[in-house]
């Protein structure tokens, strides 16, 4: 099973998410460790599985990863694709587990190369999506890993078009947290395709 491959919502409400697969390093931490016992005839029982250390109450995000569907959803059925499911972690390092926080999640895709930095960000993204404390609540979930948010990155939101002008870009997110605290950038970009059928 992947470590991101299982996770339960938190709230009822429009299903703001979907599956994400692809997984940066700085979560493989955070598998659980096993603790194996020996019976009084010297045989090994079965490991029973320990949780990962969380993040003590009130920790501040200071970190964030993200993992994405392996390829964007057609949800319209004009053979393009629109939707790319996102699943964001945040960490209070330095403390492995993930945490959830209150606060608006940014995400906005730029041609390759055009993206810049935190410092410095892009002037103009393809697209850019924002989701306000009240969505960032209803996306909470937990995976494998621990807590999680899971975002849906629709082209045709704001009655937007799939029509995008490259078939690859680049990524990038960040995070603002309620309470007037710096900015959590996710490091560097993710590159994404969104492939058109022969001919569009």
């Known amino acids: 099973m992947s470590l991101f491959g299982s996770r339960r919502r938190l709230n009822e409400g429009p299903r703001h998410v979907g599956r994400a697969v692809s ?25 029973k599985p320990t ?17 994405f569907a392996p390829k964007p959803a057609d949800t319209d059925g004009n053979l393009l694709p629109d939707s790319l499911q996102v699943t964001a972690y945040l960490f209070a390092r ?14 906005a895709m730029y041609r390759l190369g055009e993206a810049g930095t935190a410092e410095a960000p892009g002037a103009t993204p393809l697209r850019a999506w924002t989701f306000a404390p009240e969505s ?55 590159s994404v395709q969104f492939p058109r059928p022969e001919g569009r």
């Open 23 to 47: 997984v940066g390093a700085v979560v493989f931490a955070l598998m659980g460790c096993q603790t194996t016992v020996t019976t009084s005839d010297g045989a090994r029982s079965a490991p």
């Open 51 to 67: 949780e990962a250390p969380s993040a003590p109450q009130g920790a501040k995000p200071n970190a964030m990863a993200i993992t």
């Open 94 to 107: 330095p403390h492995p587990a993930p945490i959830f926080a209150d606060g608006t999640f940014h995400f």
């Open 136 to 190: 960032v609540a209803l996306a909470r979930s937990m995976a494998l890993a621990g807590p999680c948010h899971e975002f849906t990155l629709s082209l045709l939101a704001n009655r937007g078009s799939d029509a995008l002008p490259v078939e690859s870009v680049d990524l990038v997110a960040w995070f603002e947290p309620a309470d007037g605290a710096a900015a959590v950038w996710l490091r560097g970009v993710r």
